[in-house]
């Protein structure tokens, strides 16, 4: 992890070095007596965008790839355990953000699913305080992390036409849409979006990690998917050995990662769960054999290079990394 901070600190420094420069320039307008309101105006508004600027990764997959796991082992294995939920049955319901604003405190932010009934976008419910549940977070204490990181996969049962109301696809015959229970119910997440302000060394350096649900999620909300995703820097896309490239993953790399990054340009592809390949009747080179295949397999249907591709455990990581 420390090897990591420094790296991304280059990210940090260049604010740094930007805004000095654009400090220096606005003393020496007014020093030559060249200055006017319009420039100065640009100029403070560039100053704080750099004040503002962050690098976002976005870790996108379908559900039970192993996302949320993958994000434990990168940037939580420090702290003995998972902190985002990742269990079976228990994974992020709704777009989660883990980020450090500058002035933030550390606390959990949650916009409730309901906002959806209105035309509201989310970059204007942003501003709006009083439209979110915000609960105060105690990093000192690992438990308490883990139970405030836990409502992220909070969810409801609701009617199917409430469902719809709220933008939400039910089919019983469709894979990618919500299915009714018995009693015509379906579950869907309790939160539209949720905010994590929490003083990691990372997020405190200007990373944002943006921690997405499934495909069907992510459909009834296109601010995600038209401006989110496509405005990352960086898309970490999640397959699970197990299950190789389902019709349902690939949905979700045409709509959402691959489009509109040409070349593929900031993409990352995870071949999770490899560890399920392990056998003990098998010797590691035939195991070693079958990865490799499935990584070239994974990279032929989605037309990356090999080289794009990254097979690896991240449920083994964290337990190696704790």
Request: hydrophobic share 50%; glycine share 6%; net charge neutral.
């Given at each position: 992890m420390s090897s990591l901070i420094h790296d991304f600190s280059f990210h940090d420094s260049w604010r740094e070095?930007?805004?000095a420069a654009v400090e220096r320039l606005r003393f020496w307008l007014v020093s030559n007596d060249v200055d006017d309101a319009r420039t100065d105006l640009r100029l403070a508004h560039l100053l704080e965008r750099l004040a503002e600027e962050r690098m976002t990764v976005a870790f996108v997959a379908e559900f039970s790839r192993g996302k949320s796991e993958l994000i434990n082992a990168i940037f939580f294995a420090d702290l003995g355990g998972r902190l985002l939920p990742s269990s079976a049955g228990r994974t992020t319901m709704c777009p989660t953000e883990l980020c450090w604003p500058h002035?933030?405190?550390p606390e959990i932010r949650l916009?409730?699913?309901q906002s959806r009934a209105?035309?509201?976008t989310l970059s204007v419910l942003r501003a709006q305080k009083?439209?979110?549940?915000?609960?105060?977070l105690d990093p000192s204490s690992s438990e308490r992390l883990v139970e405030a990181f836990a409502r992220v996969s909070e969810t409801l049962r609701v009617t199917q036409e409430e469902a719809e109301e709220l933008g939400f696809r039910v089919d019983a015959h469709d894979d990618s849409a919500l299915k009714p229970d018995a009693d015509g119910k379906v579950e869907i997440s309790r939160w539209r979006h949720a905010i994590i302000h929490f003083p990691h060394p990372l997020l405190q350096k200007g990373l944002v990690v943006l921690d997405t649900p499934g495909l069907n999620a992510?459909?009834?909300e296109p601010e995600l998917t038209l401006t989110t995703l496509p405005n990352a820097h960086a898309v970490v896309f999640v397959l699970a050995a197990d299950t190789g490239v389902t019709r349902s993953d690939l949905a979700?790399?045409?709509e959402c990662v691959s489009v509109g990054r040409g070349s593929g340009r900031g993409q990352m592809?995870?071949?999770?769960?490899?560890d399920g390949l392990w056998d003990g009747l098998r010797d590691e080179p035939s195991v070693d054999a079958e990865i490799a295949k499935q990584t070239v397999s994974v990279a032929q249907m989605l037309d990356v290079t090999a080289g794009n591709v990254y097979p690896l455990s991240a449920q083994k990581a964290l337990v190696g990394r704790v």
């Open positions: 070095r930007s805004a002035g933030a405190h916009l409730p699913i209105t035309e509201e009083e439209r979110w549940l915000i609960e105060p992510m459909g009834v979700v790399w045409k592809i995870v071949l999770n769960k490899i």
